[in-house]
């Protein structure tokens, strides 16, 4: 039988909460424009101080940049413009002394154009690298050997004129797949893994887990009748051969091998993973032998923000998790638009309530906890090579530059230097420095959700258990988190109305915090009155 959590001690990144930290945007301790480890390192005790338990690094691995790190040129080393090993050494000790944790971004499906192992297969269709990748001829009537697209847009194979063939990349040319179905590739990986864990990371965030292996016979996607131009390129086709593919679990079970060698639960894996529910849970591995926690991104999918389609993806989630797997909840990321700008800010707070008080590990992206926005780039300004491939679904907006204070340059970098990407221009008001100062401010609002959570079992570990009753508003959202006797209230208001609700929890009831910070004290549960956009935190009993 599968013992439940109460049963035993919960594990680190069960009860924390982890911070998505995109380096080249978050601290520039050596005025180039561009962030990197030592600023990190510098902005360590913010960290500490805003509560949250592991710090997770987009990837710092030497790049060409061409995806802005997830084209990995080597494995094992940093790329300079973050620093050098050294620096990371230090990082790494820096963030343990402070009892954080630090997690890496592992990209196996595919490496850059540029790295020792592709530069070497694509020299001759007889180099022994030649098999690490998918090459393969052109089709007898000449063009890719399949319809398969990139994620990026356009198609997913690049002709290689000097040895007559094409190699495939799901995403840009110079990401060319990796063949997971060569053993060496799989162990050059897992060698790569090993040695960040030799150094005492704490696991890592896996770029594309359910990518990995492809349709030994690389047979045709078929399109998606629904796609209408305007749409994401990458939902052009339904990825019936390109992803999710049975062998992938062998792979994931592999790779938990691996990592419970550095004890049982200690290093963690997280999957990042946009599949449909019932797949998802498929990488938590039958007896829980897959990832630990596959990345849960239903909040940043959802695409009507409304108490009744979060209840309803809530009541989907808790329903087809396996016995003993550990959920987890992510509000934003790199990839996506900010939730500030998905759904404004007096919701984004809510939004976090509800991120910090959900049953599982909550994944936080760096400076949504000050309420930043997506910052409009203009097209000369523009980086990012999906915003290339298909020009409006640029993910420059989401990665600006970190708003320390209201200096210039926000204090990431001097005000002499121009920023790798442009500032929000209300970073006079948006930033750390005014905010954590400020009893009413987002920022407030989030180290005292995470200060709470630390606090409480109920709140880290506790079930969850829905509350629905006739006396609720289908605007709002209740919820109980429950471990022995201690329990807690959630009560939500998504609407921009005030909101009474008639709930019907026997005994004293006490609100720990607003999502507008002004009201603390006892609640009258039976008529409970949320303002607009409001969220409460209520202890009961
Ligand atoms: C997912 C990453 O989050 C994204 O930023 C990247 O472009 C692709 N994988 C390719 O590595």
């Given at each position: 039988m599968v013992s439940t959590l109460e049963d035993r001690p919960p594990l680190w990144w069960q009860r924390g909460a982890v911070y998505q930290i995109y380096p080249r945007s978050f601290m520039d301790s050596n005025a180039d424009?561009?962030?990197?480890l030592k600023g990190i390192a510098a902005k360590?005790?913010?960290?500490?101080?805003?509560?949250v338990d592991a710090i997770w690094l987009s990837p710092i691995f030497p790049s060409p940049m061409a995806d802005f790190g997830y084209d990995v040129s080597n494995y094992t080393g940093i790329e300079p413009v973050f620093g050098t090993l050294a620096d990371f050494d230090d990082l790494l000790e820096e963030t343990h002394r402070r009892g954080l944790k630090l997690l890496l971004d592992l990209v196996p499906n595919h490496t850059s154009d540029e790295h020792e192992w592709f530069r070497q297969s694509r020299l001759s269709r007889d180099n022994p690298r030649r098999d690490w990748y998918i090459w393969r001829d052109p089709t007898p009537g000449g063009g890719p050997p399949n319809n398969w697209e990139s994620n990026f847009g356009g198609p997913a194979w690049e002709w290689d004129a000097p040895t007559g063939q094409y190699y495939l990349h799901l995403f840009h040319t110079k990401q060319p797949d990796l063949n997971w179905r060569n053993p060496q590739v799989r162990q050059a990986i897992y060698g790569a893994m090993r040695f960040w864990l030799d150094r005492g990371v704490d696991g890592f965030r896996i770029d594309v887990l359910n990518m990995l292996i492809k349709d030994e016979q690389l047979r045709d996607n078929p399109f998606n009748a629904d796609w209408q131009p305007g749409d994401?390129?990458?939902m052009r086709q339904?990825?019936?051969y390109s992803d999710d593919q049975p062998e992938m679990q062998e792979i994931v079970q592999e790779m938990r091998q691996l990592v419970e060698q550095y004890g049982a639960g200690q290093r963690v894996l997280i999957g990042e993973i946009y599949l449909p529910l019932p797949r998802l849970m498929r990488y938590y591995g039958q007896e829980l032998n897959g990832v630990h926690l596959p990345f849960n991104f239903q909040l940043?999918?959802?695409e009507h923000w409304s108490a009744r389609s979060l209840r309803e993806i809530i009541k989907a989630y808790e329903a087809v998790l396996p016995p003993g797997a550990w959920p987890n909840w992510v509000l934003g990321n790199h990839d996506k638009s900010r939730i500030v700008s998905r759904i404004g800010s007096a919701q984004a707070r809510v939004a976090q309530m509800l991120l910090l008080t959900l049953r599982g590990?909550?994944?936080?992206?760096?400076?949504d906890e000050l309420g930043m926005h997506d910052v409009p780039i203009p097209p000369e300004l523009a980086h990012?090579?999906?915003e290339m491939g298909s020009p409006g679904f640029g993910r420059d907006p989401e990665r600006t530059p970190m708003q320390w204070d209201a200096s210039p340059n926000a204090g990431f970098c001097p005000p002499a230097v121009t920023p790798w990407l442009p500032l929000a221009e209300d970073h006079e008001e948006i930033n750390i420095a005014r905010e954590e100062s400020d009893p009413f401010s987002m920022l407030t609002l989030v180290r005292s959700l995470l200060e709470l959570r630390r606090s409480s079992l109920a709140l880290e570990i506790g079930r969850y258990q829905a509350v629905e009753n006739d006396g609720l508003s289908q605007d709002c959202?209740?919820?109980?988190?429950?471990?022995?006797?201690e329990r807690y209230l959630v009560a939500l208001n998504f609407s921009a109305e005030e909101q009474i609700l008639a709930l019907s929890e026997p005994g004293p009831a006490q609100v720990i915090i607003s999502t507008l910070l002004d009201r603390t004290g006892t609640a009258e549960l039976s008529a409970l009155k949320l303002r607009p956009a409001e969220g409460c935190l209520i202890k009961l009993s």
């Open positions: 424009g561009v962030g990197d360590l005790d913010y960290l500490a101080w805003l509560g994401p390129p990458w339904h990825k019936l940043i999918e959802l590990t909550p994944t936080l992206y760096y400076g990012d090579p999906q959202l209740v919820y109980l988190r429950v471990a022995g006797v």
